[in-house]
């Protein structure tokens, strides 16, 4: 959530910045409203109890009929500190309900605008021209059937669709990607983890999946459950309710998780193979620093996407997402796209998220700076989203005969195998 102070002091800021969202403005209106009936009804609840206890203090000296009207009288501050207190409660309930519906501010960089209107920031790597190589490139299903790497039927008629089995050399790219992105964060001094799947209500508000994003989460009723869409929710919520010493910033955390998504409202996108699925596993970065460094590891965790990508031998390109593209608990987000062949177009394969002080307000993860306890900085990137970036590897290292180059970086996590080779089919 953002700061309530910034909120009074600069509102015109936090309605541009919902406006940029395509979020609604008034929404800013009523938490000010809110916000000024709950410091309103807290003074008035303060100058209650304070006359309250004073004329406790009154009455064992009195007698008589001024005794009598001041026990009339503390019957009838007794009831007004009550409805005031009611009214502070309920006040103050209003307040924090408008405040976790209002999204990050939108860093001033950022492009105005939806989905298409991002800037391309870079490009890297060159696109493979398949005709001047004599043949034209398959998808990556028909490559992953050919390496019996890939079975989408038998995942539709166990799990239903945008399900999938990874077999053979698919199970075992897999396990390749996921040690070598593993091995990259580890290098870089991020701490490998392993985190749930399933996460208490309070962690998934406190991260800001349960607003806009809610519709895409799984949720089980009987245990009041999430199932996590990305290891970013279990590592936010780490140091929930934690006051962290400044001297031990940055901390940085690499989370190898299964993730879950309803794809709702993606009736129709990307049904064929495994570019959208409901069930994927994904190594994630994230990292906890002070307010003032998160700019530079924002670029920082960028920099070890464009390694990871380019150890892939990938051709990408880096863009800033519009405003009304970013999640709500985004100030600014890069994507790293990798040109999908058969597509014809760059697909999403990583992103990397500043939030600043929104996740650690809203999970109460403070940072202690001498005698100064302040809200620190979180972010989180993707460094392998494992079936896009199987994807990627299928289409732009295929071979004429249906056979695909293992990337340098992937050899030692395959055996030392350069070539998947096709297979007889089962």
Known sequence: MIDLRLLREDPDRVRASQRARGEDVALVDALLLADERRRSSGVRFDELRAEQKALGKLIPKAAGDEKAELLKKAGQLAADVKAADAERDAAATETQELLQRLGNLVHPDVPVGGEEDFVTLEKHGTIRDFAAEGFEPKDHLALGQILGAIDVERGAKVSGSRFYFLTGVGALLELALVNAAMAQAT??????????????????????????????VYHLADDDLYLVGTSEVPLAAYHMDEILDADRLPLRYAGFSPCFRREAGSHGKDTRGIFRVHQFDKVEMFSYVAPEDSQAEHQRLLEWEKQWLTSLELPYRVIDVASADLGASAS???????????????????????????????????????????????????????????VAILENHQQADGSVRVPEVLRPYLGGREVLEPVAAK
């Not at 001094?189 to 607003?211: D, E, I, K, N």
């Not at 058969?342 to 394969?349: A, F, P, S, V």
């Not at 992103?351 to 996740?359: N, W, Y």
């Open 187 to 216: 290098v870089a001094g991020f701490t490998p983890m392993l985190t749930p799947a399933l996460v208490r209500p309070q962690s998934m508000a406190g991260t800001g999946f349960l607003g806009q994003a809610a519709q895409d």
């Open 332 to 390: 600014r987000k890069f994507d790293c796209e990798a040109w999908i062949p058969t597509q014809g177009k760059y697909r999403e394969l990583t992103s990397t998220s500043d939030c600043t002080e929104f996740q650690s307000r809203r999970l109460s993860i403070r940072v202690r700076d001498g005698k100064q306890v302040k809200p620190l900085a979180t972010l989180n990137g993707t460094l392998c989203a494992v079936p896009r970036t199987i």
